[in-house]
Structures are given as C-alpha cells and as structure tokens.
C-alpha cells in the first residue's frame, strides 16, 4: 500500500510539472517544467566552470604581472573585470544560443531552454534572460565586494544587497512554472529533456528496430527531395531533442503516433525506405522535389 501510494504521488507531481508544448510542426511534446532544485543544480555546475575559467585567467594575468610596472598593472586589473564581466554574461547566452539551448551546466542535468508559445528559441530572448541574470545576482553581489574591498560597506548597504538578491532568487518559489524574471521577460522555461522511447538494449535495437516498421506508398509519397535532405541533417547533427520533435512530426503525417519505439531507430528506417523509393522513381523520371508537389 505504501508503495502505491508513493507512486501516485510521484504521477501526481509529475503531472503537476507537465505544461502542453505545441511545436510550430503541431507537435505536443507534453514538456515538464524543470524543479528549483534541478534549476540549482545546473546552476552550480555553470559557476564551477565560470570559476575555474577565471582562475586560470587569475593566474596567467598574475605571471604576467611579475615585473611590470604600476600603469601595466592597472591595464592588466581592468582587463581582468572585462574578462569577468564577459564570462559571466557570454557563457550563459553563447550555450544557449546553439542547437542544444543549453550549458554544460543543464545538459548535464537534461535541461533545456525553450520559448513558451512552442516557436523556435530566438537571441533576444536568450539575451533577454541572461541579461537580468546580470540584474538579479552578479551585479548586486559585485557591488557588495567592491563596497567591501573600498572599506565603504556598511549595515544598510550589505542589507539592501542582500534583499535585492534575495528578492529575485526566491521568485522561482512563488510561481508555478518556477520562472525567474528573466524567464518571465524573455518568454522562456527551462524544461527536462523529453526521454525518448528505448525498448531494446543500444547493442541490439538498431537492426530489429528498423525490420519491425513497414511504411506504405502512400505514407513515402508523403514526402519528398527536401525533406529527405533536411531528415538526414537531423540524423547527423544526432540532436536527441531534434529527433524526437522530427520523428512525432512525421509519425502524425503518417498516422503512426500511437507506435512506441526509438525515435533514432524510426527516423533511419524512414530515411532508408523514403531514400529507395525516391531513387526508384527517378529511374522512371518522376521527380518529387518536396511534400508540396503532388
């Protein structure tokens, strides 16, 4: 009894985390909002790699310091804080402006960033987010050291620093798709990686995996030239969550959504199948250039 009721709970509070998510395609991945804590987490793997960065920028400026004189030291000093300031800001928006919209921080974890409405995930909501990120922690924080360092900081300054960050870090806790202002602004969440659909151990699904999916003319004919080369970009570039976008698009084309299976599995074996079924058809001189020409 024990146990069924901790399974329900765990199918209620994943059930509370799930948002509909309509990709442009007509898609819904039925994301799940990432927790505080998984946010956090990947939080604290960023900042260990921004802090060893900047160590090692620490130390080689340090050996370059040895012997220079005091106007080198300074100009050395203010390359430093742009370097810092450069980091902090670039790291987070340079991740997350690829095709895996995340850091290292979140695939680790298997998060990524997406944009609300389902659209593709545009720069200005990436530097929108990380911007007030700037905001939010880094720039109340800096001016609290530097308040320190200049022997300038009083009571009321490191109380109102201290409230201003602790304003925007508990924000995620009073919404409940744990947003941060950021996220409210750029129109983001930050979502778990939907997991794709594994049914056999990776030595063994490839060749039993595509042997079990017949597809019909009809459903080849759904397709054509350009799909075909766009499908086998996905399959390169080996983006788990591309895959798994692409390969619903296609099993709703094809009428094939309830079929379990893995996703990379499904897309080869449609490749391979669309691929015969186009060459053959130009050996009788019938083209078909894209899913829009009958």
């Known amino acids: 009894m024990a146990e069924a009721h901790t399974a329900t709970g765990g199918s209620r509070a994943q059930d509370g985390n799930r948002r509909t998510f309509v990709t442009p395609e007509g898609v819904d991945l039925k994301l799940d909002i990432a927790t505080i804590g998984e946010r956090a987490g990947a939080f604290m793997l960023d900042l260990a790699v921004i802090i060893l960065t900047l160590m090692v920028l620490t130390i080689v400026l340090l050996l370059v310091l040895v012997g220079t004189g005091k106007a080198l030291a300074q100009i050395l000093a203010m390359i430093w804080l742009l370097g810092f300031f450069t980091l902090r800001n670039g790291y987070f928006a340079i991740f997350e402006l690829g095709p895996r919209a995340a850091t ?13 409405d389902g659209s593709r995930l545009r720069g200005h909501q990436v530097v929108a987010r990380n911007a007030m990120r700037e905001l939010e922690l880094f ?31 508990l924000f995620p806790f009073f919404n409940r798709d744990r947003l941060r202002v950021g996220d409210l602004i750029a129109g983001t969440w930050v979502v778990r990686l939907p997991r794709r659909s594994l049914n056999h151990s990776v030595a063994s699904r490839a060749e039993p995996e595509q ?34 976008v692409v390969a619903r698009t296609i099993r709703e084309r094809l009428g094939m959504a309830g079929d379990g299976g893995d996703e990379h599995a499904f897309l080869e074996a449609y490749y391979t199948a669309l691929c015969q079924r186009l060459e053959r058809n130009m050996l009788f001189g019938k083209r078909k250039k894209d899913k829009y020409q009958r």
């Open 104 to 116: 290292p921080g979140k695939r680790l974890m298997r998060l990524r960033v997406v944009a609300r």
């Open 139 to 169: 720039l109340p924080l800096s001016f609290l050291a530097y308040q320190s360092s200049a022997g300038m900081a009083t009571f009321a300054t490191g109380l109102f620093g201290l409230l201003w960050t602790g304003i925007f870090l």
């Open 211 to 244: 042997a079990r999916y017949g597809f019909t003319d009809a459903q080849l004919n759904v397709y054509g030239e350009f799909e075909l080369q766009k499908l086998e970009e996905v399959l390169r570039r080996n983006d788990e969550y591309s895959m798994i």
